[in-house]
């Protein structure tokens, strides 16, 4: 789709110009142009005087979406434990399933991971489709691409909700690719369109500066990935109990093209999971230097926590990208979360502002992360932390 600029009608009043808030648009012989710079927004048709700039009607449905029906969570598993963002997107695609009157079901894939059925109806899923074998013991690319593919084109799901996860930003826009649809990625909210009725996926775009809300009105299923962590998990109902329905896998060794030689397992501080964590200790530009970090790491090793870090650091090449927190990186929710020389720009509030204890150690009193925090410590991060490192031990020991 496409903005067009109809010559004849145009009067070069240049108002588009102007208005665009993209610098898309060029007079050239004194006629409106618009250039690779459009994203489609609209904003020129609204003032164009004379109705020279128009935007295609979007085209027919390339699906019969009345198909498809049912509300689907992918829930993703390392070694036979579900990770937390699926029972969060069963929580959220619960609201999404009563608001459009349809059941709402758990995909699981796995090698005997039948058991966690019980804990996908205690977060509210109806039913859970089960794929159950030897060759989806690890995730794998090609194996559970075929494998939800197959699913989809089986039982028509009017929605897809996927973790934005290393696994399901892979798996989500392989799976998209082969039914023919669109995948919103990163969604930090969830809701549904009063006017169509369709799925409103919100993402940040142009790198956080503003909220795009996204609609699939053609195309089924309507899917998205959503950051862990943005939604809480649903407190389980162990009562509630729902239909399982194994479904044989289709998929032959032939199918795979990578062979998993060995797993390697990452058990220092530095390579924890930020999305799993429960205390994770984030460190920013008033670290100083990278050096400094090491106190960052023994503090999070104390309390058996993660490393975290602010844009700014991650920037500055102090640590690597895997632990950015905030909008442009992770979003986390761990019980606590120790703010160290970070100033608290909005785009990191956004990535753990709904941690359930915040700590913020700044020496500038008028930070604003000191707004955010539950306790605040005013002072020097590389005096206070040595002290806070050695209290924590004494505390542990006395145990």
């Not at 160290?340 to 753990?352: E, K, P, R, V």
Request: with cysteine.
């Amino acid at each position: 789709m496409a903005v067009i600029v109809d010559k004849e009608q145009c009067i070069g009043c240049g108002a588009c110009v102007s208005t665009c808030p993209f610098g898309a648009i060029v007079m050239e012989e004194d006629k409106a142009v618009i250039t690779d710079a459009c994203t489609v927004c609209g904003a020129c048709i609204d003032v164009c005087p004379v109705g020279a700039i128009t935007r295609p009607a979007a085209g027919k449905p390339a699906a019969d979406t009345s198909e498809y029906q049912g509300v689907w969570v992918y829930i993703e598993q390392f070694q036979g434990k579900a990770r937390n963002v699926g029972h969060e997107l069963i929580g959220e695609g619960r609201k999404l399933a009563d608001a459009m009157k349809q059941e709402l079901a758990a995909v699981l894939i796995g090698d005997g991971v039948e058991a966690l059925a019980k804990d996908m109806f205690a977060s509210g899923a109806d039913k859970v489709y089960l794929i159950d074998g030897t060759e989806y013991k690890h995730y794998s690319t090609d194996a559970y691409t075929i494998a939800i593919t197959d699913l989809i084109r089986t039982y028509k799901p009017s929605v897809i909700l996927m973790g934005a996860t290393n696994d399901g930003r892979d798996l989500g826009p392989r799976v998209a690719c082969r039914v023919g649809t669109g995948l919103t990625a990163d969604c930090t909210n969830l809701g549904i369109d009063e006017e169509t009725g369709l799925v409103a996926w919100t993402r940040p775009a142009f790198g956080g500066n503003i909220m795009a809300t996204i609609l699939c009105p053609n195309h089924r299923p309507q899917m998205g990935t959503v950051r862990p962590n943005v939604f809480k998990r649903p407190e389980p109902d162990m009562s509630r109990n729902g239909e399982v329905i194994r479904v044989a896998g289709k998929v032959k060794a032939a199918d795979i093209r990578t062979k998993l030689i060995e797993i390697l397992s990452l058990t220092d501080t530095a390579s924890c999971n930020l999305e799993e964590a429960e205390f994770i200790v984030a460190g920013g530009r008033g670290m100083g230097k990278p050096e400094n970090f090491t106190l960052i790491e023994e503090l999070a090793t104390v309390l058996g926590g993660a490393v975290g870090a602010s844009r700014a650091a991650v920037d500055a090449g102090w640590k690597p990208a895997i632990h950015q927190v905030g909008q442009t990186g992770k979003t986390v929710a761990p019980k606590v979360y120790i703010a160290c020389g970070i100033s608290g720009a909005i785009q990191h509030l956004a990535g753990m502002s709904t941690s359930d204890t915040i700590i913020a150690i700044n020496k500038d009193v008028s930070a604003p992360i000191f707004k955010s925090a539950d306790f605040g410590i005013v002072g020097d991060v590389l005096e206070v932390l040595p002290v806070l490192i050695e209290e924590i031990k004494k505390l542990k020991q006395s145990c």
